[in-house]
């Protein structure tokens, strides 16, 4: 049986996951150069 204890952890997992995809989605559609860059600088260690 699912407790409600689960289903709030499960509710704000949820949400949490869903709003940074939803920030992610922004700055992938608003400016993927940019995104490209930030990707580079994390690879490159600087």
Do not use: R, W
Not at 17 to 26: D, E, G, L, T
């Amino acid at each position: 049986m699912v407790h409600e204890q689960d289903l709030g952890f499960f509710a704000n997992f949820l949400g949490i996951f869903i709003f940074f995809s939803v920030i992610a989605c922004h700055y992938v559609i608003a400016d993927p150069k940019e995104l490209a860059n930030l990707m580079m600088d994390l690879n490159s260690g600087t």
